[in-house]
C-alpha cells in the first residue's frame, strides 16, 4: 500500500484538495440567506451589524436609487464594505432592471463568500512558505476549510472576512519578500495594509511593513511610496468620502464600546478567549494547536539560531493582538477571527509531524483512520452549527405563533428576536409588559443578564457588569427567570450541540455562535392560576 500512496501522491493530494475545497464552499454557502428564508416581505436582518453596512452602500447609491434614507445617528463604520457593496450593486444594476435593498444584503454576503474562499488559498501558500511541505500546507488549508468561526463569518454582509484576507496577504508576500525581493512586494504590501486599515483599523499589516522596511535597500523611498500607496487605497476604498468627525464618531464608538463600556475583570478575557478557540477552529484542530505550542515551547530551550523574519512577520504582530483583544471589555469571538489562520498553519505543524511519525512506523491503517476520524469529526462539528443559519430556532418560534397567535395579540418582544409584524409587537421590553400576553426573549438579549461569555464566573450582580443593558430589564428577566411574574414558558426552541467542545460552552456559557441562540415563549397566565411548568433559559 505505501508503494501505491507514493506512486499516486499526486493523484491523491488533488483529490483531497478538491475535497477539501468543496465542503469548504458548501459550508461557506450554507447561511448565505440567514433570515430570509421565512421573512421574504422584509430584508435580510439577523445580524445587528449588517444593516449599518447597508446604510452606508444606500449612501453612495442614493442618486441611482430611491431608498430614502435618513439616519437618527451618525454611522460608526468605515464606508469600505459599504462601497464595496455599491460598486457591485451597480454594476448589478446595468444588468438587471429590478432591484431591492434585499440585493444589497446578497451581494455583501457573496463578497464575504469570495473573500472567505481566497484566503484558503492564501493561508496554504503561507504554511507551504514556512514548511516546504504541501502536505502540511494541505492540513492548514484543511482545518481552515472547517473552522466554524471562519465559515460563519464567511456568509455575513461584514468586514471582517475581507479585512482577514488582506491582512493575511500582506503576511504572505511579507514572507515571499525575505526569500527573494522583488519590486512589486513593497508596494502591494502597503496596499493590503491600506485596505485593512480602511476596513478594520487593523494595525498587524503595518508591522510586517515597518520590519519589510528596515529590511529593505532603500529605506526612505520604500518609506514614502508605501506611506502615499497605503493612504491612497485607504481612502479609495472608502469611495473618497472619510472626513475628520467620520475619525471621531468610530474612535469615540471604539472606545465607548470595547474600553469603558462596563465593569469587568479582563484577566478573564484569555480564558474565555481559550474556549472560545476551541469551538471557533474545533476540538482536534484546537488539541493539534496545543500540541505545537507546547513543542515548540520545549524546543525553544535548546534553539541557537532564530528565524527573525517569521517571529516578525507572522508571531510577534498577532501575539500583540491577543493581547489587546484581551483588555477590551467585551471578549467576543469575532475579536479571535484574525487569529484563526495562524492557530491553523500551528495546528497543521503539529498534525503533520504527527503524520510522518505514523508513515515512518509503517502504521498506513492507523493513519488513515486517525485522517478519516478528524474529517468526519470536523466535519460534524462545523456543519452542526452552520445548519442552524437555515433553521434558525426563530423561524419555529415565528411559525408557532403564526399557527398559536391571534393576529393583534400583543407581544412584548426582546431585541433580536426579529418576529414578524402580523402581531402588535411592542417597541419595548418592559415598559409593555403590563400590556402583553406574550414575551418573546432571543439569547444574543437576555445572555447579558446572565452567566455568559461577558460574565463567565456569575450573572451579573449590577448593570454597571452588564454590556449595553438596562435595570428595568435585567429586572424584568431576573423575576421572569425566577418565576415571580404572572407567565410560563409555553415553547422554547434551542440550539443543539453535536459535539463536546460546542456542549461544554453552551452548558457553561451559552450558545456558541451567540448570533444564533435559543428563544423562548412565555405567556401571561389567566388572574388567580398558579404556574405550572418551569422556565428554563439555560
Known sequence: MKNWLQKNQKLLFWGLLLLTLTCGISLRHIGIHWGDLDFPHRAITFHPDE????????????????????YSRPLD???????????TARII????????VKNLYLIGRYISLVYGILILFIVYGIAWRLFKNRWKALLALFFLTFSALHAEHSHYATGDVSSLFWTYLSVFVCLLFTDKQKPWHIPLIAFAAGMTLAIKFSFIPFICLIYILFRSKHFFTNFFTAAFIAIGAFYLSNGFYYTTDDFKIFFNMAF????????HNKWLNPCVYLFQ??????????????????????????????NWDTVFILYFPFSIYFLAISMLDVPFSRHLLPLIPVICIAAADGAGRFGCYLW???????????????????FIYNYSIQRYFDRDPRYKAQRWMDNNVEMGTAIAASKYAH?????????????????????VLHESYYYRYMR??????????????????????????????????PFELVKSYKIKTFTPELWLYKKVLGTYPLFLGDMLIYKRLPEGENRNEKADPS
Do not use: W
Open 360 to 378: 515512518r512506523q509503517d502504521k498506513l491503517k492507523t493513519l488513515m483512520v486517525v485522517f478519516f476520524i478528524i474529517f468526519t469529526y470536523q
Open 419 to 439: 418576529l414578524s409584524y402580523g402581531h402588535h409587537v411592542l417597541p419595548n421590553l418592559d415598559n409593555h409588559l403590563h400590556q402583553a400576553e406574550y414575551i
Open 77 to 87: 463604520y468605515l464606508k469600505t464594505t459599504g462601497v464595496k457593496i455599491a460598486a
Open 277 to 306: 478557540i476551541s469551538c471557533g477552529v474545533g476540538l482536534t484542530t484546537f488539541l493539534f494547536f496545543i500540541g505545537t505550542l507546547i513543542r515548540k515551547s520545549t524546543l525553544l530551550k535548546g534553539v541557537k539560531q532564530i
Open 93 to 100: 444594476h446595468a444588468l438587471f432592471d429590478t432591484f431591492s
Open 256 to 263: 465607548s464600546d470595547n474600553i469603558s463600556m462596563r465593569d
Open 51 to 70: 444593516p449599518k453596512f447597508m446604510l452606508i452602500a444606500q449612501e453612495f447609491l442614493k442618486e441611482d436609487f430611491s431608498f430614502n434614507v435618513r
Open 452 to 485: 455568559s461569555e461577558l460574565n463567565p464566573l456569575k450573572a451579573p450582580e449590577n448593570i454597571n457588569e452588564v454590556y449595553r443593558g438596562s435595570q428595568k430589564n435585567m429586572d424584568s428577566i431576573d423575576r421572569l427567570f425566577r418565576e415571580e411574574m
